[in-house]
C-alpha cells in the first residue's frame, strides 16, 4: 500500500520540508484571522501602517505619471469573503488608504494575490482562471491590473518597511 505524497519544498531537508507540508495542508485558513484582525484595526492606523510602504513600492511610477488616471478615484482589493480587504486611491499624488467600498472591487484568494505580487503568473491567468475577479468599474480594476502588470517592481519587505521616504 503506498502513502500518498506530500507536496516539497526543493530547498529544506526532506523531514522539515514534510513537516511543513503537513502544517500546510491542516492548519486553518488564514482568511478568517485576518478578518478578526482586520475588524479590529482602526482606519489611521491601517494609514499609518500601509500608505509609507506602498508609495516607496511605487515611487518611481508614482514620480513618473503611471497613477494618474487613478486621481481621485477608489479601488479595493479584497480577500474572498469580503474581508479583510483594503480600499485605496491615489490623492495629490499619493497612495492614500481609505474607508470603505471602492468603485472597482478586486476580490480573490490569499494564494492568488501573492502570486500575483510575487509575479510568479502573468495577471491575464489569474483573472482568466477566475482566481481573481473584477467587481464595479470594470474598466477602472482592468487599467490598475494593466498598470501593475507594465511596471518593474520587486517586494524587498525589509526595503519597503525600513526605508524612510
Do not use: Y
Not at 483573472?127 to 511596471?151: C, M, P, Q, W, Y
Amino acid at each position: 500500500m503506498s502513502h500518498p505524497t506530500l507536496p516539497a519544498f526543493p530547498s529544506l531537508p526532506p523531514l522539515l520540508s514534510q513537516s511543513l507540508a503537513v502544517l500546510r495542508d491542516n492548519l486553518p485558513a488564514p482568511a478568517p484571522l485576518l478578518r478578526t484582525i482586520d475588524q479590529h484595526i482602526p482606519i489611521p492606523l491601517k494609514q499609518l501602517l500601509a500608505e509609507a510602504p506602498l508609495n516607496r513600492l511605487f515611487a518611481q511610477a508614482l514620480a513618473d505619471g503611471e497613477f494618474e488616471m487613478f486621481e481621485g478615484r477608489r479601488i479595493r482589493l479584497e480577500i474572498n469573503g469580503g474581508q479583510p480587504g483594503v480600499t485605496f486611491g491615489l490623492w495629490a499624488g499619493r497612495l492614500r488608504i481609505l474607508d470603505g467600498p471602492g468603485e472597482a472591487t478586486i476580490r480573490g484568494s490569499l494564494s492568488a494575490f501573492k502570486t500575483l505580487a510575487e509575479r510568479r503568473l502573468d495577471p491575464d491567468q489569474l483573472f482568466f482562471h477566475r482566481r481573481l475577479v473584477i467587481e464595479g468599474d470594470t474598466e477602472l480594476g482592468l487599467a490598475l491590473k494593466n498598470l501593475l502588470d507594465s511596471l518593474e517592481w520587486r517586494i524587498r519587505l525589509p526595503q519597503i518597511f525600513l526605508h524612510r521616504i
